[in-house]
């Protein structure tokens, strides 16, 4: 089976690897530049609530420089995820490279990202990396489309004898008894379409578990 | 009183590279910026620095070449390589041609210096250079 990306997506992604190594450049610099106010800073001289503003300020930089550090690794990963169509990729990185990536669309919904405790031995499967990403992105969307504010979504790895993968667990405590279970009403979206079509690619499949699980099922080689 | 530790910086980053240098000086470091391979090497030949911290990519001579070309004429000058083009590929290869240690851009400065500092401890025991004391 042939899990190739295509060249537009290999062209983009490689253009996007290339450019989130010239915004590692920027942020050295503006650390380097921040960090050399600080040292004037501490050199012995004038004290007052003006230098302790100035430092309040630099520290703020400096967070932000952090996130963006972070930020711009998390884009880093992504686009070299196109690099090979096929490799071994260990799960749990995966896992959570996609829950950091997917932080800011929960918080926007005010759900709840939770990684469960990860197997003590490494998960790793020859597959697509693009592929299954691509799955769980969908996943993710699927259920933060459905899930009331105040919902946590789990995520960790699952495995049987034959197959591993990742479950998905919702848990809505706010959702009204009336509603249809909540694998039901994810399996009616259109992300879901997208979630078992990038599973397909992978030889796998996506299948609901019980009332507010789902199961992403890669096939093994 | 000893002289102050030697410190090379190779980048073609200017801003970068100058504002690096001005803090490692408030640090009592004696260093000097080059702004590409063909500077460094210069550098090197003309005073070698007890360490280089050596961008990878950079126009002209790459960083890779500069490094094989200072650990050849220079085993006992140690470099460091500093780059935002970070790979696990160009740290095994960094390593592979003789480059003390590998940091992906930005560094803390406490992080970097005492990376210099061990690579300042590690060439005492690096061999001697070939006609030189």
Request: charged residues 25%.
């Amino acid at each position: 089976m042939s899990y190739a990306v295509g060249d537009e997506i290999e062209f983009l992604a490689r253009l996007t690897a290339s450019m989130t190594h010239e915004i590692r450049n920027v942020f050295a610099i503006i650390q380097e530049s921040s960090g050399l106010m600080g040292d004037l800073l501490d050199i012995p001289g004038e004290e007052g609530p003006k230098k302790e503003r100035h430092k309040g300020i630099l520290s703020k930089i400096q967070d932000q420089v952090n996130r963006g550090v972070g930020l711009v690794g998390q884009l880093n990963k992504l686009a070299h995820l196109a690099d090979d169509p096929e490799k071994k990729v260990d799960l749990t990185d995966l896992l959570a490279l996609m829950v950091a990536v997917s932080r800011r669309l929960a918080a926007l919904r005010e759900v709840e990202l939770v990684l469960a405790p990860c197997p003590t031995q490494q998960v790793e499967v020859e597959t697509s990396p693009f592929y299954v990403s691509m799955a769980l992105h969908y996943c993710l969307e699927t259920c933060l489309g459905i899930l009331a504010p105040g919902a946590r979504i789990k995520l960790g790895i699952w495995q049987d004898d034959k197959a591993v993968g990742f479950r998905i667990n919702c848990e809505d405590m706010n959702r009204n008894q009336t509603d249809s279970n909540i694998s039901t009403q994810a399996a009616s979206t259109p992300q879901w379409a997208a979630v078992e079509k990038a599973m397909e690619k992978v030889n796998g499949s996506a299948r609901l578990d019980n009332d507010s699980c789902i199961i992403l099922e890669i096939g093994l080689p | 009183m000893g002289r102050k530790p030697r410190v090379l910086i190779v980048d073609d980053e200017q801003d970068f590279a100058n504002t690096l240098a001005e803090r490692l000086a408030l640090r009592d470091f004696d260093t000097e910026v080059k702004k590409d391979g063909e500077g460094a090497l210069a550098a090197v030949e003309n005073n070698p620095p007890d360490v280089v911290v050596l961008d990878i990519r950079m126009p002209g001579i790459g960083g890779f070449e500069v490094l094989r070309r200072i650990k050849s004429a220079h085993p006992r000058v140690q470099v460091i390589l500093l780059t935002g083009h970070g790979s696990t590929g160009d740290g095994i290869k960094g390593m592979e041609l003789g480059a003390f240690d590998y940091l992906i851009k930005p560094v803390d400065i406490k992080d970097l210096m005492k990376k210099i500092r061990a690579a300042i401890e590690s060439s005492r025991f690096s061999p001697k250079e070939q006609g030189k004391s």
